[in-house]
Nanobody, 123 residues
Framework: QVQLVESGGGTVQTVDSLRLSCAAS????????IGWFRQAPGKDREFVVA????????YYADSVKGRFTISRDNAKNTVHLQMNSLKPDDTAVYYC????????????????WGQGTQVTVSS
């Protein structure tokens, strides 16, 4: 079992920045890849970014490339999502998720999910 807790959400203005964190605990946390997904009202949950178990591979949705950066600190069991140049379209609940694999990280097929943190970007 892996437990995930997101933090760092809030309300910001367009082009502002936010840094989300995902604190992981439980068994073999460092053997799990971590993904961030988001869900806006009335829309399906969508992939945002993911990082492999040892951090050597990252994957970004086209909509956030060049603006968002994911990183992980395995010593602290924490993954960070730095979000710059935020837009109103980035408004959503952001979830971190974990899976015991480095495969298919852009799909929604993750085993463990946090409860989410709200990000609101106003124009």
């Amino acid at each position: 079992q892996v437990q995930l807790v997101e933090s760092g959400g809030g309300t910001v203005q367009t082009v502002d920045s936010l840094r989300l964190s995902c604190a992981a605990s439980g068994r073999a946390v460092n053997l799990h890849s971590i993904g961030w997904f988001r869900q806006a009202p009335g829309k399906d949950r969508e992939f945002v970014v993911a990082i492999s178990r040892n951090g050597d591979m990252t994957y970004y949705a086209d909509s956030v490339k060049g603006r968002f950066t994911i990183s992980r600190d395995n010593a602290k069991n924490t993954v960070h999502l730095q979000m710059n140049s935020l837009k109103p379209d980035d408004t959503a609940v952001y979830y971190c998720a974990a899976k015991y694999s480095d495969s298919l990280l852009i799909t929604i097929d993750y085993s463990y999910w946090g409860q989410g943190t709200q990000v609101t970007v106003s124009s």
